[in-house]
Protein backbone atom coordinates (compact mmCIF):
# COMPACT_ATOMS: atom_id res chain seq x y z
CA UNK A 1 0.00 0.00 0.00
CA UNK A 2 0.93 3.27 -0.75
CA UNK A 3 1.38 6.84 1.11
CA UNK A 4 1.76 9.60 -0.62
CA UNK A 5 2.83 13.05 1.02
CA UNK A 6 3.28 16.89 0.20
CA UNK A 7 1.34 18.80 -1.76
CA UNK A 8 2.14 17.44 -5.02
CA UNK A 9 -1.52 16.31 -7.34
CA UNK A 10 -2.51 13.03 -7.22
CA UNK A 11 -1.38 11.07 -10.40
CA UNK A 12 -4.76 8.55 -10.92
CA UNK A 13 -3.10 6.85 -13.29
CA UNK A 14 0.14 5.87 -10.81
CA UNK A 15 -2.30 4.94 -8.49
CA UNK A 16 -4.03 2.50 -10.85
CA UNK A 17 -0.49 1.44 -12.02
CA UNK A 18 0.00 0.47 -8.16
CA UNK A 19 -3.10 -1.21 -7.47
CA UNK A 20 -2.79 -3.55 -10.86
CA UNK A 21 0.56 -4.53 -9.83
CA UNK A 22 -0.75 -5.48 -6.11
CA UNK A 23 -3.41 -7.56 -7.66
CA UNK A 24 -0.64 -9.48 -10.36
CA UNK A 25 1.36 -10.44 -7.49
CA UNK A 26 -1.25 -11.95 -6.07
CA UNK A 27 -2.24 -14.15 -9.14
CA UNK A 28 1.17 -14.82 -9.50
CA UNK A 29 1.55 -16.24 -5.83
CA UNK A 30 -1.38 -18.21 -6.83
CA UNK A 31 -1.71 -18.79 -10.53
CA UNK A 32 -4.46 -22.15 -10.15
CA UNK A 33 -7.06 -19.97 -8.16
CA UNK A 34 -9.27 -18.33 -10.67
CA UNK A 35 -10.90 -14.67 -9.33
CA UNK A 36 -13.68 -12.74 -10.58
CA UNK A 37 -13.71 -9.12 -10.70
CA UNK A 38 -16.69 -7.42 -9.50
CA UNK A 39 -16.85 -3.55 -10.12
CA UNK A 40 -19.26 -1.44 -7.99
CA UNK A 41 -21.41 1.22 -9.92
CA UNK A 42 -19.64 3.39 -11.15
CA UNK A 43 -16.24 3.97 -9.99
CA UNK A 44 -15.37 0.43 -8.87
CA UNK A 45 -16.93 -0.64 -12.20
CA UNK A 46 -14.44 1.92 -14.35
CA UNK A 47 -11.20 0.37 -12.58
CA UNK A 48 -12.56 -3.49 -12.93
CA UNK A 49 -13.25 -3.39 -16.50
CA UNK A 50 -9.88 -1.65 -17.16
CA UNK A 51 -7.92 -3.95 -14.41
CA UNK A 52 -10.10 -7.08 -15.70
CA UNK A 53 -8.17 -6.39 -19.58
CA UNK A 54 -4.94 -5.04 -18.11
CA UNK A 55 -4.36 -8.50 -16.12
CA UNK A 56 -5.90 -10.55 -19.20
CA UNK A 57 -8.79 -12.28 -17.39
CA UNK A 58 -10.50 -15.23 -18.63
CA UNK A 59 -13.48 -15.25 -16.01
CA UNK A 60 -16.36 -13.11 -16.91
CA UNK A 61 -16.46 -9.26 -15.44
CA UNK A 62 -19.40 -8.91 -12.92
CA UNK A 63 -20.98 -5.14 -11.94
CA UNK A 64 -22.72 -4.55 -8.69
CA UNK A 65 -25.12 -1.74 -7.63
CA UNK A 66 -25.11 -1.23 -3.94
CA UNK A 67 -28.15 1.50 -4.16
CA UNK A 68 -30.81 -0.82 -2.48
CA UNK A 69 -28.86 -2.18 -0.07
CA UNK A 70 -27.58 1.26 1.41
CA UNK A 71 -28.72 2.14 4.85
CA UNK A 72 -28.82 5.50 4.15
CA UNK A 73 -31.05 4.72 1.11
CA UNK A 74 -34.11 6.76 2.42
CA UNK A 75 -31.85 9.81 3.17
CA UNK A 76 -30.19 9.67 -0.58
CA UNK A 77 -32.87 7.86 -2.48
CA UNK A 78 -32.42 6.79 -6.61
CA UNK A 79 -28.75 7.75 -8.02
CA UNK A 80 -29.52 10.25 -10.79
CA UNK A 81 -28.45 7.64 -13.63
CA UNK A 82 -29.51 3.73 -11.65
CA UNK A 83 -27.18 0.72 -12.73
CA UNK A 84 -28.37 -2.23 -12.24
CA UNK A 85 -26.11 -5.60 -10.74
CA UNK A 86 -24.51 -7.85 -13.34
CA UNK A 87 -23.68 -11.09 -12.51
CA UNK A 88 -22.73 -13.49 -15.29
CA UNK A 89 -21.13 -16.31 -13.52
CA UNK A 90 -22.56 -18.65 -10.38
CA UNK A 91 -21.34 -16.75 -7.02
CA UNK A 92 -21.70 -19.04 -4.80
CA UNK A 93 -18.29 -20.95 -4.35
CA UNK A 94 -16.09 -18.46 -6.21
CA UNK A 95 -13.47 -16.02 -5.68
CA UNK A 96 -14.31 -12.83 -5.72
CA UNK A 97 -12.14 -9.43 -5.70
CA UNK A 98 -14.45 -6.63 -5.50
CA UNK A 99 -13.49 -3.15 -6.78
CA UNK A 100 -14.62 -0.30 -5.71
CA UNK A 101 -12.93 3.92 -6.08
CA UNK A 102 -12.71 4.95 -3.19
CA UNK A 103 -12.40 3.61 0.17
CA UNK A 104 -14.08 6.01 3.01
CA UNK A 105 -16.60 4.75 5.70
CA UNK A 106 -17.01 1.50 4.78
CA UNK A 107 -20.86 2.16 4.28
CA UNK A 108 -20.66 1.41 0.01
CA UNK A 109 -18.23 -1.58 0.47
CA UNK A 110 -20.99 -3.62 3.32
CA UNK A 111 -24.16 -2.34 1.09
CA UNK A 112 -21.93 -4.51 -2.01
CA UNK A 113 -21.47 -7.36 0.31
CA UNK A 114 -25.22 -7.31 1.22
CA UNK A 115 -26.20 -7.38 -3.10
CA UNK A 116 -23.43 -10.17 -3.18
CA UNK A 117 -24.80 -12.13 -0.60
CA UNK A 118 -28.64 -12.04 -2.13
CA UNK A 119 -26.34 -14.01 -5.43
CA UNK A 120 -25.23 -16.90 -3.16
CA UNK A 121 -21.83 -17.67 -1.08
CA UNK A 122 -18.42 -16.79 -2.32
CA UNK A 123 -15.27 -18.59 -1.06
CA UNK A 124 -13.56 -15.42 -0.61
CA UNK A 125 -14.24 -12.16 -1.20
CA UNK A 126 -11.17 -9.68 -1.16
CA UNK A 127 -11.56 -6.09 -1.91
CA UNK A 128 -9.70 -3.87 -3.93
CA UNK A 129 -9.42 -0.09 -3.68
CA UNK A 130 -7.70 2.90 -5.85
CA UNK A 131 -7.61 5.05 -2.99
CA UNK A 132 -8.45 4.70 0.87
CA UNK A 133 -8.82 8.01 2.04
CA UNK A 134 -9.43 6.84 6.00
CA UNK A 135 -12.37 8.06 7.86
CA UNK A 136 -13.90 4.58 8.19
CA UNK A 137 -17.01 3.79 10.54
CA UNK A 138 -17.31 0.11 9.97
CA UNK A 139 -14.39 -2.61 10.14
CA UNK A 140 -13.67 -3.01 6.39
CA UNK A 141 -10.08 -2.94 5.44
CA UNK A 142 -8.71 -3.71 1.67
CA UNK A 143 -6.49 -6.16 0.76
CA UNK A 144 -5.66 -4.21 -2.42
CA UNK A 145 -4.96 -0.58 -2.45
CA UNK A 146 -3.21 1.86 -4.90
CA UNK A 147 -2.59 4.41 -2.04
CA UNK A 148 -3.67 5.50 1.14
CA UNK A 149 -4.03 9.23 1.54
CA UNK A 150 -6.07 10.85 4.57
CA UNK A 151 -8.64 13.25 3.29
CA UNK A 152 -10.78 15.67 5.61
CA UNK A 153 -14.28 14.54 6.14
CA UNK A 154 -15.61 17.83 4.24
CA UNK A 155 -13.66 17.03 1.01
CA UNK A 156 -14.41 14.22 -1.20
CA UNK A 157 -12.38 12.70 -3.55
CA UNK A 158 -13.73 12.45 -7.46
CA UNK A 159 -12.86 9.88 -10.41
CA UNK A 160 -12.64 10.38 -13.29
CA UNK A 161 -12.51 8.44 -16.68
CA UNK A 162 -12.02 10.19 -20.37
CA UNK A 163 -12.72 9.14 -23.70
CA UNK A 164 -9.77 6.91 -23.66
CA UNK A 165 -10.30 5.51 -20.09
CA UNK A 166 -7.30 7.28 -18.73
CA UNK A 167 -8.34 8.06 -15.26
CA UNK A 168 -8.06 11.45 -13.15
CA UNK A 169 -8.52 11.97 -9.44
CA UNK A 170 -9.66 15.37 -8.39
CA UNK A 171 -10.60 16.76 -4.92
CA UNK A 172 -14.15 18.64 -4.15
Given at each position: MSKQTGDSPLDAEAIYASLRDAIA???ASDPQRAIHLIGIH???????????????????LGTLSSAFHRD???RRGLPA????SSLPFEIAGTDIVL???ILYT????????????????????RL????????RELPIEAAFCGLSHPLPAQNAFVLA???????TLGIE
Open positions: ASLSGGAWLAERLHADLALTTPDYGEMKSVDDGRTVRAALNELFDYGRPARVAVLLDRGGRDEHGQF
